[in-house]
């Protein structure tokens, strides 16, 4: 059995693919009304007009949920640590497999030394690479990149997850795979905006490229190998989440470009990551103009038009 804790978009398409292969899981929400969802009608509220495969099976108990070995935290990542705080169950031996994407605003940490913090027994590893929950529940063809800093520990997930259409590359850099998947949403909400400002592709083009500058130029700051960034974590995040509609974060921006209202319940890892990369950036010295930009314009200090202006009359420099 796998557990999976959170069944928003991402924890149920995961299970969907897990169980499709024949895989038991149980997956953990909170909400009462979910649960009833998944197990009598066989729905999932967050992945409408998907049918869920017999073996996947809903609960609100978290204790039966983490009797699995293999865990999957798929809540938000602002989330994670609230979320490891409720299991009181040992977690010796157990692997804790972070889906979110994002920095936690206390620590500034990413989701794999949130969990080595508060269940220092267990082995953490993240899931992180371009997907759309959607397009996992469908099974349209999807590769992720699976980080675990134990690479026998890593392997044995990377198979354990591993499907006919899901397919799952191994690093033991978390952390530049944590940091690909949290600084391409930034990124995304950048060129939403620029696209919903009527900027043009051309503009895009520079964004996404600069963009990956600041997303390797940080990562490589914390530890991470150059190499990550231009993996599916990295780099193939990036591309997908700056140019797809289906990307939550990518529309948030086009609606600051657009000046329109946005949703507030959808989640949007960016608008967080951006506060907590401009304040990692000003602690460690790295210069980040494209998240600190998208951090004001989310926060409504700055206009998508003044963003812009400074970021072109920025000093000249090298490529
Ligand atoms: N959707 C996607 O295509 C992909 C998402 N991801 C990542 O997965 C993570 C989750 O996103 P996603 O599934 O889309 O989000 P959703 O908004 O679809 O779902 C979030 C889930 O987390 C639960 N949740 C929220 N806050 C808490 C909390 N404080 N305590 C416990 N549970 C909580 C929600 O419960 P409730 O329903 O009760 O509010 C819900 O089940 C994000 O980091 C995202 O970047 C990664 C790849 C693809
Ligand atoms: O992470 C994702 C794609 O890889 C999902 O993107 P959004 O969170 O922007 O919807």
Known sequence: ???VIGAGAFGTALAITLARKGTPVRIWARDPATVEAINT???APRLPGVRLPEGLTATTDLAEVTQAQTLLLAVPMQALSGMLAQIDAPLAGKRLVACCKGIDLATLTGPTAVIASAK???T???????????DIARGLPTA????CGDDATGAEIQAELSGTTLRLYRTTDTTGAELGGALKNVIAIACGACIGEG???SARAALMTRGFAE???LAVRLGAQQQTLGGLSGLGDLALTCSSELSRNYRFGLALGRGEPFDNALTVEGVKTAEAVTRLGAKLGVDLPICAMVNEVSTGDTSVAEAITYLLNRPLKEE
Do not use: H, N, Y
């Open 1 to 3: 059995m796998i557990g």
């Open 41 to 43: 009608r066989k729905e």
């Open 120 to 122: 220092p027994e267990a």
């Open 124 to 134: 953490p590893a993240v899931l992180t690479g371009p997907s759309f929950a959607d």
């Open 144 to 147: 992720l990149t699976l980080a």
């Open 199 to 201: 900027l043009g592709d």
């Open 215 to 217: 997303m390797t130029r």
